[in-house]
């Protein structure tokens, strides 16, 4: 598993807003985007392109454009939908699947509660959406899911991340035979008793779009 860590001073400066429990909804639902269309910069360094011939006012060349199939972007709901409009600013053509995970927040077991993707992902590149890499249990699961539907390669972008999330997920990972990269824009210093990333942002779902 490839980790990249954004060192972006832009990065750091939109996430302490974004950590402020000040910060309200609309806002944190602005930086939240602006964030993803930073790190979609990164997370993409590898999409997949082809030769595309084209003519300039002044002489033929040759460009590229994306390949296909397009890639699709998956975001884990609820908190995931904050960082989809982010994305898809930056690859308006791709595809937008849904997977609806939960974790229980006694036991953090995570469970699938919706999805709504094509059957076949068969040599699809994925960018999974989630803001936060906590245990790392919904990651793993999402990835499961994914290889088993085919997906060649995967993409996980989350705002922050816990180291432990990071190791879980690098170790349940170790043996998938396909590429699975991590763009995160900071890795935080550990996660609580209740598994919150601290000193993180809180329950990110509830700042997104209000407490349930
Ligand atoms: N999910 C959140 O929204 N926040 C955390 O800190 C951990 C998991």
Same mark, same amino acid.
Request: charged content about 25%; glycine content about 8%; proline content about 7%.
């Given at each position: 598993?490839?980790?990249?860590?954004?060192?972006?001073?832009?990065?750091?400066?939109?996430?302490? =807003?974004?950590?402020?429990?000040?910060?309200?909804?609309?806002?944190?639902?602005?930086?939240?985007?602006?964030?993803?269309?930073?790190?979609?910069?990164?997370? #993409?360094?590898?999409?997949?392109? @082809?030769?595309?011939?084209?003519?300039?006012?002044?002489?033929?060349?040759?460009? +590229?454009?994306? /390949?296909?199939? &397009?890639? +699709?972007?998956?975001?884990?709901?609820?908190?995931?939908?904050?960082?989809? *409009?982010?994305?898809?600013?930056?690859?308006? $053509?791709?595809?937008?699947?849904?997977? %609806?995970?939960?974790?229980?927040?006694?036991?953090?077991?995570? $469970?699938? =509660? /919706?999805?709504?993707?094509?059957? *076949?992902?068969?040599?699809?590149?994925?960018?999974?959406?989630?803001?936060?890499?906590?245990?790392?249990?919904?990651?793993?699961?999402?990835? *499961? =899911?994914?290889? /088993?539907?085919?997906? $060649? *390669? +995967? #993409?996980?972008?989350?705002?922050?991340?816990?180291?432990?999330?990071?190791?879980?997920? @690098? $170790? @349940?990972?170790?043996? #998938?035979?396909?590429?699975? &990269?991590?763009?995160?824009? #900071?890795?935080?210093?550990?996660?609580?008793?209740?598994?919150?990333?601290?000193?993180?942002? %809180?329950?990110?779902?509830?700042?997104? =779009?209000?407490?349930?």
């Amino acid at each position: 598993m490839d980790v990249h860590v954004a060192d972006h001073p832009l990065i750091a400066h939109k996430l302490t =807003y974004l950590r402020d429990k000040r910060t309200d909804s609309p806002t944190f639902r602005r930086l939240a985007e602006e964030l993803v269309t930073l790190l979609a910069y990164e997370a #993409t360094r590898e999409v997949r392109t @082809e030769p595309f011939d084209i003519e300039t006012p002044v002489a033929p060349t040759t460009g +590229i454009k994306l /390949a296909n199939p &397009k890639p +699709i972007i998956v975001p884990i709901l609820r908190a995931g939908l904050g960082m989809l *409009d982010g994305m898809v600013k930056l690859l308006p $053509s791709a595809e937008v699947g849904f997977l %609806g995970m939960i974790r229980n927040e006694e036991t953090l077991e995570v $469970s699938t =509660y /919706a999805n709504r993707l094509p059957d *076949d992902l068969t040599g699809r590149q994925v960018f999974i959406l989630d803001p936060m890499l906590a245990t790392g249990g919904t990651l793993v699961m999402a990835v *499961d =899911y994914l290889t /088993a539907k085919g997906a $060649s *390669d +995967i #993409t996980i972008v989350c705002l922050l991340a816990a180291p432990e999330g990071l190791a879980h997920l @690098e $170790s @349940e990972l170790a043996s #998938t035979d396909i590429p699975v &990269k991590v763009v995160v824009g #900071t890795v935080d210093e550990r996660l609580n008793e209740k598994g919150y990333i601290v000193p993180g942002l %809180g329950d990110a779902g509830d700042r997104l =779009y209000g407490v349930l």
